[in-house]
């Protein structure tokens, strides 16, 4: 690894370009204490706070106004892949443009103020893919630099006023197929950061200093063997123990010095390919580990302080990923909504919790400092085709559903569920302590083939049994003290747009057949909606300049996600690649 100062390096900004046509004004560092209460003006990470709840304190735009909202200003992009989010700091847009570009645009109207190009090797391309099919979800910010996830496996710095690189560390080797594809965090002045892999070489989260780019530790995502948890994976060659991080960034717990961490499912697909026998590991967890769990790391250190895992020895790339949301909130669960309930803890207790949603369905709520399992849902409905079979509501321990588990090759499966949300974000709204979850009602039709590298083939997402297409996607609302769910919204569109919540009691989003909506957090009731050029991808913010506040959205080409089974598809083809960012506003007085 190495690492080096611009001031010492001239070769590497020649190796790499700043298109600086002006710079940011009087910027003023972003210190620790801003990352931890960032100004309701600004939006300093992926989903705003380090809690991972997606929460505007903005209130200009609000229920009673919302029909006014207007185009404020548009700005196009190239064309490649678009899974990101942009920050804003003091009416600056910090941004990944398709092309693997960082740019700074004004807030007020999109005029570029710099932007950083990178010249990518050429064999990327034969390895990863090219920039264009980069896959960043967000920058980081922290005191006068930008950190962006390079998908050549670089960590790179740059100025934030101006845009010319400040350090550059090399992460990992993308001639391995690792690869960059989540997004950065600032914690206890570290640059944390996630990637997918293809070898337990490169999977790892891995911690970075923030002023130097030194390297501080790094958490292999699969434990090895002679390490605690590492005969979950029986026979497995070390080497051969693959579950990356590829999602949505964690979240952080600033009191406790904790980050919380998702981990996707591990490879081959099927236990049939990846152990030659669906019985060489349990059928409960933990199953290998750290696979489809949340891992809570000591930020400072990168030991492991809890982890609690969710579906063991998955056998359908059933994916726990993405964020992990940290919210307080009283221990009430409802038995008439909630399935599993530790009965050790006291009903109207306070508690600070984890909740996870995983793209393969089900709802936790986990304490955040022990791990310990507190409720658990399957998400969007308890169905006999779900995954898991049960839990164990003293331990929180995972029983996988065995009739669902491919036995030999051949056998074919129908599982729920499937890329029932992805990488786009859910959010929270305090005021009502509701968890406001994008889903689309999309289980699996799966065969199990060992012919193919990842043990399967077909493979297909087909809408829920008796689940009706014109229903295919919904917006769910979810209690957090009672686990209560309402569907508040249903539509046929799918969507890859993150949900935002607002203090007017909004909720926005946007889905794949172009519509962007604010609808009421209290009901789902539709108060605006504005047709934009292309199919709303994650990203949706809301800032705020002067005092007029901006809501704001990326449309473009995903790399993966979803768009719908057959039965929504014929019904509804998305336009591609229209690569832009659409911002609107109340009218000028």
């Not at 002023?211 to 605690?228: H, I, L, M």
């Not at 406001?436 to 009602?441: A, L």
């Amino acid at each position: 690894m190495t690492t080096r100062a611009l001031g010492a390096a001239v070769a590497i900004f020649t190796a790499t370009s700043s298109l600086a046509s002006a710079q940011v004004k009087d910027f003023k560092p972003v210190t620790a204490e801003v990352l931890k209460a960032p100004d309701p003006a600004d939006w300093l990470m992926l989903n705003r706070t380090y809690d991972q709840q997606r929460y505007s304190p903005l209130s200009q735009i609000n229920k009673s106004n919302v029909k006014s909202l207007t185009l404020a200003w548009s700005r196009g992009m190239p064309a490649g892949t678009q899974e990101s989010t942009p920050l804003v700091y003091n009416g600056v847009i910090y941004l990944v443009r398709p092309g693997a570009a960082i740019q700074a645009l004004d807030g007020t109207n999109g005029d570029l103020i710099w932007e950083y190009n990178r010249n990518y090797p050429k064999e990327m391309a034969d390895s990863i893919g090219g920039p264009n099919t980069a896959r960043s979800k967000a920058l980081a910010i922290f005191e006068d630099m930008i950190y962006f996830d390079a998908p050549d496996g670089f960590l790179v710095a740059l100025d934030a006023a101006t845009g010319k690189l400040r350090w550059e560390t090399k992460v990992h080797e993308f001639k391995d197929k690792t690869q960059h594809t989540g997004g950065p965090i600032v914690a206890d002045g570290k640059v944390i950061t996630n990637r997918t892999c293809e070898t337990r070489a490169g999977c790892f989260l891995s911690a970075h200093d923030a002023r130097t780019g030194k390297e501080v530790w790094k958490f292999y995502t699969t434990a090895a063997p002679g390490e605690p948890g590492g005969d979950s994976w029986a026979k497995v060659p070390e080497e051969k123990r693959v579950a990356s991080s590829w999602g949505l960034p964690g979240s952080y717990d600033p009191a406790r010095n904790v980050i919380y961490w998702s981990i996707a499912n591990p490879k081959p697909y099927t236990r049939l390919f990846r152990h030659g026998d669906p019985d060489a590991i349990g059928r409960a967890a933990p199953a290998d580990l750290y696979s489809n769990s949340t891992v809570a790391l000591d930020a400072a250190t990168g030991k492991l302080v809890w982890y609690y895992q969710h579906l063991p020895g998955d056998d359908w790339d059933a994916d726990h990923i993405h964020e992990r949301t940290l919210v307080r909130t009283k221990f009430n669960p409802d038995p008439k909504h909630v399935k599993w309930i530790n009965p050790k803890i006291a009903k109207g207790e306070e508690r600070e919790i984890v909740v996870a949603v995983g793209e393969a369905g089900g709802i936790w709520a986990l304490d955040r400092a022990s791990g310990q399992f507190l409720w658990a849902h399957p998400f969007p409905y308890d169905v006999p085709e779900f995954n898991i079979s049960s839990i164990d509501v003293e331990t929180g321990r995972v029983h996988v559903n065995w009739d669902k588990i491919f036995k030999k090759d051949g056998d074919r499966i129908v599982a729920c569920y499937h890329n029932v949300r992805s990488f786009w974000s859910t959010a929270y709204h305090p005021g009502k302590n509701a968890l406001y979850v994008p889903f689309n009602d999309n289980c699996l039709d799966m065969t199990a083939n060992a012919k193919n590298p990842q043990g399967f083939g077909p493979r297909t997402g087909i809408l829920r049994p008796g689940a009706k297409a014109e229903e295919y996607m919904g917006m769910a609302k979810i209690d957090l003290a009672t686990g209560e769910m309402k569907r508040i919204h249903t539509q046929a569109a799918p969507g890859n747009g993150s949900a935002l919540v607002t203090g007017g009691d909004l909720l926005f989003w946007g889905d794949m057949n172009r519509r962007f909506r604010a609808f009421d957090a209290d009901d789902g009731k539709i108060l605006w909606e504005v047709p934009v050029g292309g199919i709303i991808q994650t990203s949706t913010i809301s800032y705020a300049i002067n005092g007029r506040q901006y809501v704001a959205i990326f449309t473009g080409d995903a790399q993966s996600g979803t768009a719908g089974p057959l039965q929504v598809a014929r019904t509804m083809r998305p336009p591609r690649a229209h690569n832009a960012i659409y911002v609107f506003a109340l009218p000028v007085p």
